[in-house]
């Protein structure tokens, strides 16, 4: 199956990035919605503060992505990225430019009257700007979407062996990438001119960081799934198959990289188990206790501590729901009282007001 986001995140290996920026422009783009856009709360100044790269030099980043093919991808909104599909063929002074720029709204509410005259052009002139401007991809990120929706290839097999399990990342859809031995000699030799020397050097130094950055990222998503696997040791090794809440910190901690590294790894990713193909985020909870699919998982492990802690109460003074949340945090369960309170009631508890002897 081809793979367009694979081939579009590819061209990264040839902007000169170190890893840290590599890692950071990786995030920028598997952060954006099917169209190929950022989420409005996705801010580049407040993700590049967490890199340690600064405004200006992330912002620069920002513009190299949106450069790539197809052009403007990862832009914040409509106009950038039309912006970004017209810079090869017009300058920033041009009018198409400054239109789309400063008048787009007036453009696509058809209200020629006010954008001529600013020009000093005829409307039938705006008229013609604006079938340019139509011929445009205002949705790039479908170009890089999946060929095909209607299967799922796993990205990583988890395997019971000999009672533990093993991590194998499937990379079967990926080539094997290697440099050609003829470009190796070209520069040890004496052969050929120092420009041509020169160029196939870069050449091979991007092509290097190419298949460096593809091997960090099979490791980075070996390293995120094991960890997976330690820390929802009960979903693995016990038969009830309980996830226990858990946010991408916890792994990023565990493993001394990025929240926002784990969210990506895990993002769109499926791992084939003995238990069936799970997406890798199922085993996260966005807030730990809210009502999500992974709540529904894991909500009885919270029922049975409830239980637990109302039976070894004493009648006299019975612990309060928030009493409950404090208890289960203390067991690495972070729960709203809201969702004690109705565990509670869907048990048919009364509550601590009620249940008091005296």
Excluded: W
């Amino acid at each position: 199956k081809e793979n367009r986001f694979e081939q579009f995140i590819e061209q990264l290996a040839y902007l000169g990035l170190n890893e840290i920026e590599d890692e950071f422009a990786g995030d920028m783009i598997e952060s954006c919605n099917e169209y190929g856009f950022l989420p409005e709360d996705y801010i580049i100044k407040q993700v590049a503060k967490e890199y340690g790269i600064s405004v200006n030099r992330a912002e620069e980043i920002h513009t190299m992505i949106m450069d790539m093919y197809p052009k403007g991808i990862t832009a914040r909104n409509i106009v950038e990225c039309l912006l970004a599909q017209l810079k090869d063929s017009y300058d920033e002074d041009s009018i198409i430019y400054r239109i789309v720029k400063d008048d787009f709204d007036n453009l696509i509410h058809k209200r020629y009257f006010k954008i001529a005259p600013k020009y000093q052009v005829s409307q039938d002139y705006v008229i013609k700007i604006r079938d340019i401007i139509a011929g445009l991809d205002p949705k790039p990120g479908l170009r890089i979407s999946e060929v095909s929706e209607d299967y799922i290839t796993p990205d990583v097999i988890i395997k019971l062996v000999d009672d533990d399990f093993e991590v194998i990342i499937n990379d079967f859809y990926s080539p094997n990438l290697s440099i050609n031995p003829h470009y190796k000699q070209m520069i040890s030799t004496k052969l050929y001119d120092k420009d041509t020397v020169k160029y196939v050097r870069e050449k091979i130094n991007s092509a290097r960081f190419l298949i460096k950055s593809i091997y960090m990222r099979r490791r980075t998503m070996e390293r995120v799934v094991r960890a997976i696997i330690k820390h929802q040791y009960d979903f693995f090794f016990n038969p009830e198959r309980i996830l226990h809440p858990m946010t991408y910190s916890v792994i990023a901690e565990d493993l001394g990289i990025s929240e926002s590294t784990v969210s990506r790894v895990v993002k769109d990713k499926y791992a084939d188990t003995p238990f069936g193909i799970i997406p890798l985020k199922n085993f996260f909870s966005p807030t730990a206790g809210q009502d999500t699919n992974f709540e529904s998982i894991s909500r009885q492990k919270v029922k049975n501590c409830i239980m637990n802690y109302i039976e070894d109460e004493d009648p006299d003074t019975p612990i309060s729901d928030q009493d409950i949340v404090e208890k289960l945090r203390e067991d690495n369960m972070f729960v709203s009282r809201r969702i004690v309170a109705k565990y509670r009631d869907e048990m048919g508890i009364l509550n601590s007001r009620l249940r008091r002897r005296s």
